[in-house]
């Protein structure tokens, strides 16, 4: 992967990224995304954030690299205090990480998200966190992708402000991803589902204290709720 050609699960968040607007990529790595997109003359100006050392360095060389100095500014900051005021972004991806850990960089750069009309983000694991962090926050999903690379299988989640109810197994599996029902959806909750059935069937000789006894019934609603977008 490279700034000229991304690998599939950057492409599709680079997708949902709006013509000429201005981007902060938070947890950019190498700078790959914003790179990209300046190249393509899809946005002029982007932020490059990174709070690990050696992912920063990388991002600074590569945009030294592609001439690309004047348009991207490369910063290492936690999240988004990656984003200053003066920067005037107006749409925040992030990609690779964990959804409680992109909830989390949400929910602590609130403060920051003052003029951002669109958030793209791609959780590799754990994406209803950001859900729950949406509705909780003033924001509406207003579309999503699942897509599968090397085997591995990606939600992307796309943000704007606004208010929106989604039912349990919206939350779940995602209400835009839940009403394509796509083959990679199919297999992907296959797959949890088959895993919540194992742990469900080791846990069924695991004694009876309280705390198993609850972890059982979580995992039989989580197997109901699933199961009925399979079976239909």
């Known amino acids: 992967m490279n700034s000229e050609k991304l690998s599939i699960r950057l492409a599709a968040v680079a997708s949902f990224v709006e013509q000429g607007t201005t981007l902060a990529d938070i947890g950019s790595d190498h700078a790959y995304l914003p790179c990209y997109l300046v190249k393509v003359g899809k946005i002029s100006k982007a932020i490059a954030g990174e709070v690990v050392k050696g992912p920063y360095e990388s991002a600074i060389k590569n945009v030294q690299k592609k001439g690309l100095t004047e348009s991207i500014t490369v910063r290492m900051a936690n999240g988004l205090d990656a984003i200053h005021a003066s920067d005037g972004v107006d749409t925040v991806t992030i990609a690779g990480m964990g959804g409680p850990l992109i909830a989390s960089i949400l929910r602590d750069g609130a403060d920051k998200l003052h003029s951002v009309k669109r958030i793209v983000t791609q959780p590799n694991i754990h994406a209803m966190s950001i859900r729950e962090w949406a509705v909780q926050n003033g924001w509406k999903i207003v579309d999503e992708q699942i897509l599968k690379e090397d085997h591995k299988i ?32 199919i297999e992907k909750w296959m797959r949890e589902s088959n895993e919540w059935k194992r742990v469900l069937a080791s846990l069924e000789t695991a004694g009876d204290t309280v705390e198993i006894n609850e972890k059982r019934e979580q995992l039989r609603e989580k197997i109901e709720l699933v199961g009925g977008v399979l079976t239909n």
């Open 154 to 185: 990606y939600e992307i989640i796309v943000l704007e402000k606004g208010q929106a109810d989604y039912s349990e197994l919206e939350m779940t599996v995602g209400p835009y991803l839940l009403e394509e029902k796509s083959e990679i959806f």
